[in-house]
């Protein structure tokens, strides 16, 4: 299957190429982007003209959950506390499996729609999960989120270490990583051991990290430390890992971070609405931090629109900051692209636009008051955008949306 | 002209009426809502079905600077002060008349694609924009900026009496009132004329205020005051006011400025996107100060958009006080539309869906991955709908947009 792209205006992200490119072509072979160059004239099974529009990788939301599209917007008026007990942990007891693949074809299908291409997602019932993947084609980082607070740790291992077995090698699209809960649902006894599986099978590991000043005082309790970086330090090595929120970071916390091989899942906007608070994100950039942007679940984060999370990333910084001149639009396009790609350590597959990579692509429609005039086109794309505004979204190759019709 | 839409979820905003109700039908007689009722059944020229759809008052967007869509995402990498020195006051000055007409053009037609019906501007060469509100039938607040600071103060407060003069019960959709630029632009022997020119016709006044630290100190310094809102209780007298932004202020302020009789025009992404800061929304609203919404001029607010404004104002009180329980988003919708409306003193005839107002109504699609599943409708509107959702807005009884397609 040949698919060659016209006239694009393209932001491939690669930094050995232009910033923004006028007029290209581009010709995908299968699921790999085969040749990108001016006037490509060769034979293709489907021809897409991207004039007036602009072409840039599929995005990377790097924190979700995927099933909970259906805890959409259940939680105003209520605090954390109130609506975890008695909104979802009661209603996530009674979830059927046919509910987590309805729930999570709605995310995926949501997902396309705003332009995502690749989603890390921590949840539970992951089968039902994955069938929704494999339906939707969309490229998954999936686990089975592991926590010993029940009392059933070991059994989740076990059933973790059963799927990484099951799909070594298999899933072109899907890829098993590891996921422990949050050090406040991991005991010191557990959390060596989730940390164990994914070296064992060098996969990536993910955590909920200081989410909130609560969360904060129970580390330092629970694991006797004065910062919670120090439980880091101690334990991951040199996993590749993905610490989601990280609202409430010391400077010491900082400090022992960037020596590790760790990546900050940014999700501003289940931040807020949560009322955790603004992370500290032009400073861990400052640091060298690695920093990718994610949506968190619906229920806290109302959408999987990762140009919303965008557009929140760059204001909240310039504002809490007062600088005006902090994290220009092109910084905040990588951080959703080639930055989401690095946290799960993909980037020589996925995350920009370049010849032997993934064809993960998307194209954008900017006839649209709000987006027009363009002064800037990498503020239109952070500012002006909307996921809903994505025309035509191609995952390995697939065309998985075209004209804003969702075709899978 | 009779209009009659069917089976509306409506969102009402009427104290009388329920907070949303199913199924209802709306009849509006030339620019009248006429009737709200189960199962209308009378002849109307035109039948609109809103089945599916929420139908609410259209958005009233408290400030803005309306020929600015042409500097929509300019300010990238600049801070406040050379954005404005090197960027838009070289560009100001070459703007002829015709400039000024089709960026307002651009402006309200992106204002009727997000729903917003009425729109209050503080720029100049106000004829060109008066020529493009004319011609789309949008509802206008406007004003000749008024400012000494470039010695001409004189012969701007003569401009804008004489149209003052010229559109006393001329127009239905546009009035206008008095815009002083700032404390900091108009000296101390210059703002009380501006004020008297308000008291003296009985029109609404406003001003920027205490948009960021800078200001607040020149304002300290100039008028030779501990605390900006001294000049404001000195000279306003019981004129009703719009302070647009009123980031930077003390408790003092406050307790100064609640005795008044002003509104705040509260534009987030505008003082985050300069680095202002993020006003005191939530203590505003507990000290009982009317707040409405604001976009300020796409140069800093990106968009006309105010379904972003309500979005960002909800999150940002929640995440800066930590407390999700804060500013549920029935409120935000009141401060989008009749608290609006209070604002520039036409809360009996705009910002409500009731018999006897204007008909300025939006109807919004909500078929859409992003919006779908609603567990709740305000939070669905507040959090997930964007202004692109909009599917129909009628503006003083005319239908300026219908099916996502701008008539004017």
Chains 1, 2 share one sequence.
């Not at 995310?107 to 949840?123: K, L, N, P």
């Not at 007062?322 to 799960?344: D, F, V």
């Amino acid at each position: 299957m040949k698919i060659l792209i016209k006239h694009c205006n393209l932001i491939s992200v690669e930094p050995d190429r232009e910033l923004y490119e006028k007029d290209i072509d581009i010709l995908i072979e299968n699921d790999i982007i085969k040749k990108i160059d001016k006037n490509i004239n060769e034979d293709a099974d489907k021809i897409i003209d991207a004039i007036n529009k602009v072409v840039m990788p599929g995005l990377i939301n790097t924190h979700a959950h995927i099933p909970m599209s259906i805890f959409k917007e259940n939680l105003d008026g209520y605090s954390l506390q109130e609506w975890l007990t008695q909104k979802i942990w009661p209603a996530e007891e009674k979830l059927t499996d046919e509910d987590i693949y309805k729930a999570s074809m709605m995310s995926f299908r949501e997902m396309i729609r705003t332009g995502t291409t690749t989603i890390v997602d921590m949840y539970f019932m992951q089968n039902n999960i994955i069938k929704a993947a494999e339906e939707t084609n969309v490229r998954l980082e999936l686990t089975r989120t592991l926590m010993d607070s029940d009392g059933n740790g070991d059994k989740k291992l076990e059933e973790l270490e059963n799927l990484i077995k099951e799909f070594q090698g298999k899933e072109e699209n899907i890829t098993i990583n590891v996921g422990a809960h949050a050090l406040y649902t991991c005991s010191e006894s557990y959390l060596p051991k989730t940390i164990e599986l994914a070296k064992k099978y060098n996969l990536n590991f993910q955590i909920h990290f200081c989410e909130n000043t609560q969360e904060v005082e129970d580390i330092k309790k629970d694991y006797n430390v004065k910062n919670p970086a120090e439980v880091l330090e101690k334990y991951l090595g040199s996993t590749n890992s993905i610490l989601a929120h990280a609202v409430k970071l010391t400077d010491t916390d900082i400090e022992k971070m960037k020596k590790l091989n760790i990546s900050i899942s940014h999700c501003p906007i289940s931040n807020l609405k949560l009322g955790c608070g603004i992370a500290r994100i032009s400073k861990l950039l400052d640091e060298g931090i690695n920093v990718s942007l994610g949506t968190d679940g619906q229920g806290s984060g109302s959408s999987l629109d990762l140009f919303e999370v965008m557009k929140f990333t760059a204001l909240l910084q310039k504002g809490i900051n007062e600088n005006p001149k902090l994290l220009p639009a092109y910084e905040i396009i990588k951080m959703a692209t080639i930055n989401g790609a690095k946290a799960i350590r993909k980037e020589q597959k996925i995350g920009s636009i370049k010849e032997g990579k993934k064809a993960d692509i998307i194209i954008i429609d900017m006839e649209n008051p709000v987006i027009m005039p363009i002064n800037d086109i990498f503020s239109a794309i952070v500012y002006n955008v909307k996921g809903t505004d994505v025309d035509t979204s191609i995952i390995n190759g697939k065309i998985v949306m075209e004209n804003k019709k969702i075709k899978v």
